[in-house]
Protein backbone atom coordinates (compact mmCIF):
# COMPACT_ATOMS: atom_id res chain seq x y z
CA UNK A 1 0.00 0.00 0.00
CA UNK A 2 2.68 2.41 0.24
CA UNK A 3 3.94 4.64 3.08
CA UNK A 4 4.58 3.53 6.40
CA UNK A 5 3.82 -0.18 7.65
CA UNK A 6 1.03 -0.62 9.93
CA UNK A 7 1.89 -1.01 13.66
CA UNK A 8 -1.44 -2.77 14.59
CA UNK A 9 -2.64 -6.52 12.88
CA UNK A 10 -4.50 -6.12 9.90
CA UNK A 11 -7.19 -7.90 9.53
CA UNK A 12 -10.33 -8.52 6.82
CA UNK A 13 -13.99 -8.93 8.45
CA UNK A 14 -17.39 -10.40 6.54
CA UNK A 15 -20.62 -11.19 7.45
CA UNK A 16 -22.97 -14.11 5.93
CA UNK A 17 -26.13 -12.82 4.63
CA UNK A 18 -28.55 -15.21 5.78
CA UNK A 19 -30.96 -15.66 2.98
CA UNK A 20 -32.53 -19.25 3.79
CA UNK A 21 -36.46 -17.64 4.41
CA UNK A 22 -36.82 -17.01 0.56
CA UNK A 23 -34.26 -18.22 -1.23
CA UNK A 24 -33.95 -22.43 -0.70
CA UNK A 25 -37.84 -23.29 -1.60
CA UNK A 26 -39.34 -20.64 0.46
CA UNK A 27 -37.93 -21.46 3.87
CA UNK A 28 -38.33 -25.51 3.38
CA UNK A 29 -34.08 -25.25 4.43
CA UNK A 30 -32.93 -23.39 6.99
CA UNK A 31 -29.66 -22.21 7.69
CA UNK A 32 -28.17 -24.27 11.10
CA UNK A 33 -26.21 -22.27 13.22
CA UNK A 34 -25.15 -24.81 15.87
CA UNK A 35 -22.37 -25.27 13.36
CA UNK A 36 -21.27 -21.36 14.10
CA UNK A 37 -18.82 -19.38 13.68
CA UNK A 38 -18.78 -19.88 10.03
CA UNK A 39 -14.88 -19.90 9.12
CA UNK A 40 -13.77 -19.08 5.47
CA UNK A 41 -10.06 -19.47 4.77
CA UNK A 42 -7.97 -17.86 1.52
CA UNK A 43 -4.90 -19.00 0.34
CA UNK A 44 -2.83 -16.18 -1.59
CA UNK A 45 -4.96 -13.29 -1.09
CA UNK A 46 -3.65 -10.46 -1.78
CA UNK A 47 -5.85 -7.22 -1.42
CA UNK A 48 -5.23 -4.02 -2.91
CA UNK A 49 -6.30 -1.12 -2.56
CA UNK A 50 -5.25 2.57 -0.47
CA UNK A 51 -4.95 4.05 2.59
CA UNK A 52 -7.65 5.93 4.30
CA UNK A 53 -7.76 8.39 6.93
CA UNK A 54 -9.54 6.74 9.99
CA UNK A 55 -10.84 10.04 11.32
CA UNK A 56 -12.26 12.06 8.38
CA UNK A 57 -13.17 8.08 6.51
CA UNK A 58 -11.11 9.72 2.80
CA UNK A 59 -8.87 8.49 0.66
CA UNK A 60 -5.35 10.17 -0.35
CA UNK A 61 -6.64 11.14 -3.93
CA UNK A 62 -3.45 11.13 -5.93
CA UNK A 63 -2.52 7.61 -4.35
CA UNK A 64 -6.11 5.95 -5.04
CA UNK A 65 -6.61 7.34 -8.62
CA UNK A 66 -2.95 5.96 -9.49
CA UNK A 67 -3.77 2.55 -7.70
CA UNK A 68 -7.41 2.89 -9.52
CA UNK A 69 -5.77 3.37 -12.71
CA UNK A 70 -3.41 0.53 -12.32
CA UNK A 71 -6.67 -2.16 -11.27
CA UNK A 72 -8.91 -1.56 -13.85
CA UNK A 73 -5.63 -2.56 -16.23
CA UNK A 74 -5.30 -5.86 -14.28
CA UNK A 75 -6.83 -8.57 -17.05
CA UNK A 76 -9.35 -9.80 -13.75
CA UNK A 77 -10.90 -6.29 -14.67
CA UNK A 78 -12.14 -6.98 -17.53
CA UNK A 79 -14.70 -9.65 -18.81
CA UNK A 80 -13.60 -10.89 -21.96
CA UNK A 81 -15.78 -12.91 -24.39
CA UNK A 82 -15.15 -16.26 -23.56
CA UNK A 83 -15.30 -15.27 -20.02
CA UNK A 84 -18.85 -13.88 -20.68
CA UNK A 85 -19.92 -17.05 -22.48
CA UNK A 86 -18.64 -18.93 -20.15
CA UNK A 87 -20.81 -17.00 -17.19
CA UNK A 88 -23.59 -17.56 -19.78
CA UNK A 89 -23.41 -21.02 -19.89
CA UNK A 90 -23.07 -21.62 -16.47
CA UNK A 91 -25.98 -19.19 -15.48
CA UNK A 92 -28.09 -21.63 -18.01
CA UNK A 93 -26.98 -24.70 -16.28
CA UNK A 94 -27.25 -23.78 -12.59
CA UNK A 95 -29.30 -20.90 -12.07
CA UNK A 96 -32.89 -21.18 -11.06
CA UNK A 97 -33.62 -17.67 -9.38
CA UNK A 98 -32.81 -14.27 -10.14
CA UNK A 99 -33.72 -11.56 -7.61
CA UNK A 100 -33.25 -9.40 -10.90
CA UNK A 101 -36.24 -10.89 -12.76
CA UNK A 102 -38.09 -11.33 -9.59
CA UNK A 103 -40.72 -8.42 -10.56
CA UNK A 104 -43.23 -9.04 -8.15
CA UNK A 105 -40.58 -8.62 -4.89
CA UNK A 106 -38.98 -5.60 -7.63
CA UNK A 107 -40.81 -4.16 -9.61
CA UNK A 108 -38.04 -2.20 -10.88
CA UNK A 109 -35.15 -4.14 -11.23
CA UNK A 110 -32.27 -2.95 -8.62
CA UNK A 111 -29.31 -0.86 -10.34
CA UNK A 112 -26.94 -3.67 -10.39
CA UNK A 113 -29.24 -5.71 -12.48
CA UNK A 114 -28.56 -6.20 -16.27
CA UNK A 115 -31.92 -7.61 -17.90
CA UNK A 116 -31.24 -10.09 -20.45
CA UNK A 117 -34.11 -10.43 -22.19
CA UNK A 118 -33.29 -13.87 -24.03
CA UNK A 119 -32.22 -14.97 -20.29
CA UNK A 120 -35.29 -12.91 -18.97
CA UNK A 121 -37.94 -15.41 -20.72
CA UNK A 122 -36.64 -18.43 -19.16
CA UNK A 123 -38.11 -17.12 -15.43
CA UNK A 124 -41.43 -16.18 -14.21
CA UNK A 125 -42.31 -13.35 -13.02
CA UNK A 126 -41.32 -14.62 -9.54
CA UNK A 127 -38.12 -14.63 -10.38
CA UNK A 128 -37.71 -18.84 -10.50
CA UNK A 129 -37.28 -20.89 -13.44
CA UNK A 130 -39.84 -21.86 -15.43
CA UNK A 131 -40.26 -25.13 -16.10
CA UNK A 132 -41.24 -27.07 -18.93
CA UNK A 133 -44.12 -29.46 -19.40
CA UNK A 134 -46.15 -30.93 -16.65
CA UNK A 135 -44.75 -31.46 -13.43
CA UNK A 136 -47.16 -33.69 -11.60
CA UNK A 137 -46.33 -34.43 -8.28
CA UNK A 138 -45.90 -38.76 -8.37
CA UNK A 139 -47.55 -40.95 -5.29
CA UNK A 140 -45.43 -42.28 -3.34
CA UNK A 141 -47.39 -45.23 -2.81
CA UNK A 142 -47.24 -45.82 -6.62
CA UNK A 143 -44.11 -48.15 -6.31
CA UNK A 144 -46.66 -50.52 -3.74
CA UNK A 145 -48.10 -53.57 -5.01
CA UNK A 146 -51.60 -54.47 -3.77
CA UNK A 147 -52.27 -58.55 -3.78
CA UNK A 148 -55.62 -59.46 -4.98
CA UNK A 149 -58.48 -60.71 -2.68
CA UNK A 150 -59.73 -64.63 -3.75
CA UNK A 151 -63.51 -63.82 -3.67
CA UNK A 152 -64.22 -67.60 -3.71
CA UNK A 153 -62.05 -68.04 -0.50
CA UNK A 154 -63.96 -65.74 2.05
CA UNK A 155 -64.34 -68.65 4.37
CA UNK A 156 -67.94 -67.92 6.87
CA UNK A 157 -68.46 -64.54 6.16
Not at 15 to 36: C, E, F, L, P, R
Amino acid sequence: MGGEYPTKPMSLYSTIWDASNWATSGGKYKVNYKYAPFVAEFKDLVLKGCSLDPIQEVTNGDVCEDQNIDLEAQDYAAVTPLRRLSMRRFRQKFMYYSYCYDTIRYPIPPPECDIIPGEQQRFKETGRLKFGGSHRRRSRRGGRTTIPIDETDQGDM
